[in-house]
């Protein structure tokens, strides 16, 4: 039980401590009116009402002076700066003050005071009071409270104060001294009106949430429209470097970052050794060892380990291990591990080691292990492992391991090993099954589905089979034919084939055909198999929609497996497996 005791005093005395110490002993208020009393007596009475104490040396501070004072609600700093004529400093030290006699030559001032509403009075909570030539910022706390730590090499000084929603308010210092100021802002009034949101913004994205600290964020948000160029930046982490909480408002010529590093914009070569973050434009060379963010424009060589992201357009080279992401326009390069995407138009070549998207228009190469995606129109290539897919037109070429897809009119080529897929082929369309909407060029393959093309099935014979039937499918300058064909009896045989044909009109009833065919003929076993070459000609009439005569001659050259002869019932000048013979029959739908 003592024990139990023991441990909750100690916890309710660390968490009075705790609490103390968030409070700051500086930041306390209290009141005093004394006249022609000894320091020590008035130091003494401040430390009864604060609550903690004072610790100096007696050989430096003088005890016995006498000193008049009146202050009410004043901070503790506020009146230590009145009684001490800004000639010592303040540290505190657990449940201490103490007070530190300046030396001569000290090349820094204290500037510390409260911000308030003009208008109410009231003391506001982070706003940044900030000093634009030295770059050294803070943010005021949750009383209004600030303290700035000035260099003492430059002969005049002035502090900013911005807030979001208030208007920037600027106030000369006294320089080489310590002093403690009251900033009062006003607030502005909008007037609400139509905004373009550029999206923009690295501190609203994931990156920005993990790897920037609400203080620097806020600091952005307040001072957005301030910015200053400078030679170079040391960082080891966003915010502590060489130019503190300042640094997303610094454009750097060069930047080195050990970790990580935040600045406005890069006019050089930014390095490093895990990420950068750059809320807006990048201009050269940036490298790091994970990822890269940029907020603005990027307009030179971007590397990464892992992953680069620019939130606008990019003129240049894009390079990393894993992904990148360009969420305007690029003119340039691309090149990805695994998989890279461009929300606007793409000019230049896109290289992934998977997938590759470009969400509008694309002009140059698109190459991908597996999977392009081009969202627009497409001119010049895309070359995939597996499939590639343009959502509108495309003059250009497309080849693919698996297949194509072009959901607009193709101009070009589209080369597939299984399939090719174009709405209206005003090129060439090589592959197993090609299928359009509508065919003004050519479908190559032994599949051709046209939706407005040629259909036919043919029923017929030859003097070689007397049952045939062929599917013609295609456009109107080639189609393909599938064909099969039986002689039935004890020496029966088979046959089966594919072709090309091209039809030529003369009016709504005649009209030519031309095929070219190869055929495998089977005569009782596979071990008799003979290889047909067939040119036939034909003339068709129509005799009702859908339903057409067709008769000709058949050119046929054969090739013999096992000193199989091929044999024909109703041929004519027969030489050397070359002769000519007869087709005949009818076609439908």
Known sequence: ??????????????????????????????????????????????????????????TVLPQDSLVSISATDKTVRQVLDLLLDGDYIYKESGNYIILLKKTTGQNYYLVTGVVTDKSTGQRLPNASVYERTQLISTLTN????????????YPTAAISVSKDLYADTSLLLNTGRDQDVEVRISPTTYQLKTVDITGHQVEKRWFGKVFLSSRQKLTSLNIGAFFADKPYQFSLTPGLGSHGRMSGQVVNKFSFNLLGGYAAGVDGLEVGSIFNIVKHDMQYVQVAGIFNIVGGKTHGVQLAG??????DSMKGVQAS????????????????????????????????????????DMNGWQVAGIHNYNGGNMGGVQVSGITNYNRQDADGVQVAGAGNINRGVMKGVQI??????????????????????TVN????????????????????????????????????????????????GPYHRWAIGYGIGKRIPFNKVWSLTTEVTLQNLFQGSWNYK??????????????????SLFAGPTFMVGENGKENKVSSTYHYMQVDNRWLGWHAGISIF
């Not at 909750?8 to 009116?33: D, E, Y």
């Not at 209206?424 to 909407?437: E, S």
């Open 1 to 58: 039980m003592p024990l139990s005791k023991s441990l909750l005093t100690l916890f309710v005395v660390c968490m009075l401590s705790l609490t103390a110490g968030a409070q700051g002993l500086l930041n306390k208020t209290v009141r005093i009116n004394v006249k022609d009393r000894p320091l020590a007596e008035v130091l003494t009475t401040i430390s009864k009402q604060g609550h903690f104490y004072f610790s100096y040396l007696t």
């Open 142 to 153: 949750n009383d209004g409270y600030f303290r700035l730590r000035l260099k003492d090499k």
């Open 306 to 311: 892992v992953h680069n992201n620019v939130l």
């Open 321 to 360: 291990g894993l992904s990148n992401i360009i969420e305007g326009s690029m003119r340039g390069v691309q090149v990805s591990g695994v998989v890279g995407q461009v929300y606007k138009n793409m000019t230049g070549a896109q290289v992934q080691g998977v997938i590759g998207i470009v969400r509008q």
């Open 416 to 437: 597939g090993s299984l399939f090719n897929y174009a709405r209206r082929v005003d090129g060439v369309q090589i592959g197993l099954v090609n299928i359009a909407d």
């Open 441 to 488: 060029g050519y479908s190559i393959g032994i599949v051709n589905i046209v939706r407005k093309g040629y259909k036919k099935v043919a029923l017929y014979s030859t003097d070689l089979l007397p049952l045939n039937v062929a599917w013609k499918t295609g456009g109107s300058k080639l189609y393909s034919i599938l064909l099969g064909g039986y002689q039935p």
């Open 530 to 547: 003979s290889e047909l070459y067939t040119l036939q000609p034909a003339i068709n009439v129509q005799l009702a929609k859908g339903v």
